[in-house]
Every structure is written in structure tokens, then in C-alpha cells.
């Protein structure tokens, strides 16, 4: 059984349950270790972000909560944290990272809309199509090449705990109306992502968070990168990236099952600073 979740959201950002409602769900259900993800604050974003006068407010919060709960489940202060093509690590946390048990590296931006706004990969359809059209010329294989070259810089510099939803690229591309990603160079930018990560060390998260919002389709990664993974012996864990309470553990059964017949039996725990290799 999977007991761990290090991805999740709440009232502080864009999730709909406090923190202490996501941590009482995950006593409930037996997750032994939950991790507390904001996203953290982007200069001009408000809707999906926290704002930076709420840090204080929320680091206080996840100390009071872990020695409420502290026989009951291990809980992690971490936060989601933006990679930006043009200005790295979200520079809003450059004072706030020791304050991290750890954190979760993403990757959102491609471009800006005329120079001026960040467009997002997992934007609205048209918002995805707009900003490929203005920052690749209409070339979704750009685009997604660009995205998998961020990410491995991401890691190369800022060395993130875990890389969230790896393939979140994919959000739009319903069949195919975007790229294939049976085709050889979309497979070679997987594998070199992947190949980053494994030199690294860098544990790759198993997101179950897309399925509930998105349908199957938004299983990150794709069920064929898990063999590649596999092959590769790159570092996994499982998370929720729960947005709700019903989302602490949604389809984690159902994941145990994949990975296992994936040849997949082991995932990565955080224990006292350490990514632990840990048996179902």
C-alpha cells in the first residue's frame, strides 16, 4: 500500500480544504507521511498561487499542526516552486528555501503573450494554443522540446526534491491534436529529461492529481514512460498533488497495481532529510 503523498494544495493557493482538513483525511485513510505543497507565490499571479504576505502565516501553521498530530502522521513543510526559463527558481522564495523540509520543482511557463504575461502549459486549450503560436511559431514540437530542456535545467540547477507532474505538457494534447507521443523525437525528449533526473538523483513523481481533475488521459507520466523509468532505475514516488480532501489518496490502489505490473516495486520516502528506498 501506498502511504505517503508529498504533492498537495489547500486554501493557501488554489486547493478548496485547509491544511488541517487535507492532514485529518490522510490520518483517516493511512497515510503515514504528508507533505504541505503550496504553490508559492508568483510576482502578478494570484488565483493558483499563494501571496507572499501569507508565508509567515503558513510555515507557523504546518509547525503547529505537526506537533498536534505528531503521533498520529508525519507532516512535511514543502512548497511547489516555479522554474522560470527567464529567471530560474521563482526568485520570490530565494529568502524562504531553508524554511523547506523540501520542495517540488515545475515547470508551468513556456512563454509570454507579447512580452509581457507568462502563458502556462496546463492553461485553457486556447490559451496553449495561443502561446505556442506567439513563442513557437505555431511549432508544437518546439514547444515541447523547449519544455523538457527547461525541466532538465531545472533540476541541473536548483536540484528540486521531487519534479512535479513530469509530463504536464500533455494536458492539452488530446488525441494527438498537438504532437505524438509515439513519434521518435518526442520519445528521445523523455528519455533525455529522464536521463538528467536518474544523474541527479532526483526523484520523479507519480501523479495521480491529473486522473481526478482530468480524466485518465492526465496520469502523469504516461503509462509507457513508467518502463522507460523502469529501465532507466530513475527514483518515483506517488502523490496525490490533492487539491481536496477526496484527492489525498484518489486512485492510489489502482497506481500500486500499475507500477507493480511495470515491474515497478519500490518508491522513494522522506525520512530525516533522506530519500529512502522503500517497498510497497
Known amino acids: 500500500m501506498i502511504k505517503t503523498n508529498y504533492h498537495t494544495h489547500s486554501t493557501y493557493c488554489d ?8 492532514i485529518k483525511r490522510a ?3 493511512g497515510i503515514e507521511h504528508i507533505g504541505i505543497s503550496s504553490h508559492a507565490p508568483i510576482a502578478e499571479e494570484s488565483h493558483w498561487t499563494m501571496n507572499e504576505s501569507m508565508l509567515d502565516r503558513y510555515f507557523a501553521e504546518i509547525e503547529k499542526l505537526k506537533n498536534k498530530y505528531r503521533d498520529k502522521i508525519i507532516i512535511y513543510a514543502g512548497m511547489e516552486i516555479d522554474y522560470f526559463y527567464d529567471q ?9 528555501m531553508e524554511r523547506l523540509d523540501y520542495f517540488i520543482g515545475s515547470v508551468h511557463a513556456l512563454g509570454k503573450v507579447d512580452g509581457k504575461k507568462y502563458w502556462y502549459v496546463d492553461d485553457a486549450y486556447e490559451g496553449v494554443i495561443n502561446g505556442v503560436e506567439k ?11 523547449k519544455y523538457y530542456a527547461i525541466l532538465s535545467k531545472m533540476i541541473e540547477d536548483c536540484k528540486p526534491d521531487i519534479v512535479g507532474h513530469m509530463d504536464i505538457i500533455k494536458k492539452n494534447n488530446r488525441d494527438d ?15 533525455r529529461f529522464l536521463a538528467v533526473a536518474k544523474k541527479n538523483g532526483t526523484v ?12 485518465i488521459e492526465c ?11 523502469r529501465d532507466m532505475d530513475v527514483k518515483v514516488t506517488v502523490n496525490g498533488d490533492s487539491h481536496d480532501v477526496e484527492g489525498v489518496n484518489f486512485y492510489y490502489d ?21 530519500w529512502i528506498k522503500t517497498k510497497f
Open 204 to 215: 520523479i513523481e507519480i501523479n495521480t492529481g491529473g486522473i481526478r481533475r482530468y480524466g
Open 219 to 229: 496520469f502523469y507520466p504516461s503509462y509507457w514512460i513508467l518502463d522507460i523509468i
Open 135 to 145: 513563442t513557437f511559431d505555431g511549432d508544437s514540437r518546439k514547444a515541447v522540446e
Open 254 to 274: 489502482e497506481t500500486r497495481k500499475l507500477l507493480i505490473s511495470k515491474g515497478i516495486e519500490y518508491i522513494y520516502t522522506f525520512v530525516e532529510k533522506e
Open 27 to 29: 490520518v483517516e485513510v
Open 15 to 22: 486547493g478548496k480544504n485547509t491544511i488541517e482538513e487535507m
Open 88 to 96: 530560474g527558481l521563482n526568485p520570490v522564495m530565494s529568502a524562504h
Open 177 to 191: 491534436i498537438l504532437f505524438n507521443e509515439e513519434e521518435s523525437w518526442y520519445i528521445d525528449a523523455v528519455k
